[in-house]
């Protein structure tokens, strides 16, 4: 375990939670380098090959860690920033503690799978529990919305040029609920000790409140139901310019689908100026439950 304090009695704990294949040497450097004088930034490592086997023993591990340090300092407030799986590892933990919310005081996400990664799921697409990837494919973005609605959150992506940091899908990182920052040509890797990073989250602490997404209440209703589909993993943008328009839905959002050569087949909501709003594909199990909710929402619009 790597922790950090001054002399005097901390003001506050700080949490950093690195994620799968790593260590907590970059992250804790990089929270060291934005907390608030008398802070205790607490980056514990949870073994390198322990990250490619299954999440729950980290959790329970983390769960430890966190209790002994809020038994020593049973009145101090704590903040948490965790990268990649570190925020999957942190949104079971609230979940499991809502005990806890009312001393966290904020909840940074560094390119977080909140809505699974696409990555895990072609390595594992059923589930059947092949290593990490079961649990880094599972859609937590029921947990962490809830977890926003009591403790200020950030989400920080990056965008390479094609809707993904290289590893996480833009759209998998979002949380309803949250502040969203997007930066661009920052590595999922390089998001660790990143300078741009550690800025927002230095922002973030110092903003009296939380600055949500807004979309339009037409394109919210829209991406909920495509996200509840059975199946659907968030995908890039990359072949976004090749989706037809499928619906329009109003306020100037469209409904867009594409099949690529294997016959996949991926949604994309647009807004009035097309840019891309949600990037999604279902495999060839769940094409029926998408092609009922795409009826749907074209019935609700009236074509």
């Keep these: 375990m790597a922790s950090s304090s001054s002399q005097q009695r901390p003001e506050r704990l700080i949490f950093a939670q690195h994620g799968w294949s790593d260590t907590g040497k970059y992250l804790g450097e990089l929270v060291r380098s934005v907390a608030p004088e ?33 038994t020593r300092y049973p009145d101090l407030p704590m903040r948490v920033v965790a990268h990649s799986m570190g925020g999957l590892i942190w949104t079971e933990l609230l979940h499991r503690h809502p005990d806890w919310w009312e001393r966290v005081e904020s909840f940074v996400l ?36 809830q977890i926003a609605q009591k403790i200020p959150t950030l989400v920080i992506a990056t965008d390479l040029g094609n809707g993904s940091d290289g590893l996480v899908a833009v759209e998998a990182t979002k949380v309803p609920g949250s502040e ?37 209440p037409v394109a919210e209703g829209v991406i909920r139901s495509l996200r509840s589909v059975p199946g659907m993993t968030a995908a890039g943008y990359r072949d976004f310019a090749k989706a037809k328009v499928r619906c329009e839905l ?3 959002i469209t409904l867009r689908t594409w099949k690529n050569p294997a016959q996949v087949q991926h949604i994309y909501v647009a807004d009035a100026a097309g840019s891309c709003l949600f990037a999604g594909y279902v495999g060839w199990g769940h094409r029926r439950g998408l092609g009922r909710v795409v009826e749907e929402v074209a019935q609700d619009v009236g074509i």
């Design 110 to 145: 560094v390119g977080s799978p909140i809505g699974g990664s696409d990555v895990a799921r072609l390595i594992d697409p059923w589930g059947l529990g092949l290593g990490i990837a079961r649990d880094l494919g599972r859609d937590r973005r029921n947990l962490a919305e």
């Design 180 to 216: 969203f920052k997007l930066l661009s040509k920052v590595a999922h890797a390089a998001m660790r000790y990143s300078p741009e990073v550690a800025q927002e989250i230095q922002a973030f602490w110092q903003r009296p409140g939380v600055e949500p997404e807004v979309l339009s």
């Design 250 to 252: 109003g306020d100037g």
């Design 38 to 70: 008398q802070s205790e930034v607490v980056a514990p490592s949870l073994k390198f090959v322990n990250t490619w086997l299954r999440i729950e023993p980290l959790v329970s591990e983390k769960e430890a860690i966190v209790q002994s340090f809020l």
